[in-house]
T-cell receptor, first 110, second 119 residues
Framework: DAKTTQPPSMDCAEGRAANLPCNHS???????VYWYRQIHSQGPQYIIH???NNETNEMASLIITEDRKSSTLILPHATLRDTAVYYC???????????FGSGTKLNVKP | DAGVIQSPRHEVTEMGQEVTLRCKPI?????LFWYRQTMMRGLELLIY????????DSGMPEDRFSAKMPNASFSTLKIQPSEPRDSAVYFC?????????????????FGPGTRLLVL
């Protein structure tokens, strides 16, 4: 059963911020939220993870709500190369078993 | 540094044949994962190893599937006999180690995948 829910697809204009939401209402207190993305025909690629504080790295920012039931991945200046399927994952109380769900297909348009 | 290496990248075989997929994890990584991806079921974890020992194989679909990790730098996923419904992309991933319940799960690094077509 799905433990994370994401919109199936989103569009974003090149150069604009892409905000990808995820609901993880069943996440437990010690589970981190991980985001991966999969560019067509490639293996999933790690983006960022967090527990309860907002996080930022060279690829993206992660905003986690105070109740930890949802999060938003932000790509501040989307490029055409960011077109991919983005997965918000949790581990379903098993700290090595990521559940990838259906993900969000982000289409970055010129 | 080399990432996760998988071979072959593409495999076409006939139903009933044995298929062996190979994976070389990132050097120094102690955990290895095999995933299968299909349009219908998405990305599914089949089995994972920690320090060469299978920890959880609950995702392995049936007895036709087997996985081994004879040493820290090599793993195989075998399907015998193969069936058309096994057609999928098979990914191998590795991580530094097993996560703990007190800390973050370990980031997994994926290989390029093996595209398997069983006719």
């Amino acid at each position: 059963d799905a433990k994370t829910t994401q919109p199936p697809s989103m569009d974003c204009a090149e150069g604009r911020a892409a905000n990808l939401p995820c609901n993880h209402s069943t996440i437990s207190g010690n589970e981190y939220v991980y985001w991966y993305r999969q560019i067509h025909s490639q293996g999933p690629q790690y983006i960022i993870h967090g527990l309860k504080n907002n996080e930022t790295n060279e690829m993206a920012s992660l905003i986690i709500t105070e109740d930890r039931k949802s999060s938003t991945l932000i790509l501040p200046h989307a490029t055409l190369r960011d077109t991919a399927v983005y997965y918000c994952t949790d581990t379903m109380n098993n700290f090595n078993k990521f559940y990838f769900g259906s993900g969000t297909k982000l289409n970055v348009k010129p | 540094d080399a990432g996760v290496i998988q071979s072959p990248r593409h495999e076409v075989t006939e139903m009933g044949q044995e298929v062996t997929l190979r994976c070389k994890p990132i050097s120094g990584h102690n955990s290895l994962f095999w995933y299968r991806q299909t349009m219908m079921r998405g990305l599914e974890l089949l089995i994972y190893f920690n320090n060469n020992v299978p920890i959880d194989d609950s995702g392995m679909p049936e007895d036709r599937f087997s996985a081994k990790m004879p040493n820290a730098s090599f793993s195989t996923l075998k399907i015998q006999p193969s069936e058309p419904r096994d057609s999928a992309v098979y990914f191998c991933a590795s991580s530094l180690g097993a996560g703990t319940q007190e800390g973050p799960q370990e980031t997994q690094y994926f290989g390029p995948g093996t595209r398997l077509l069983v006719l």
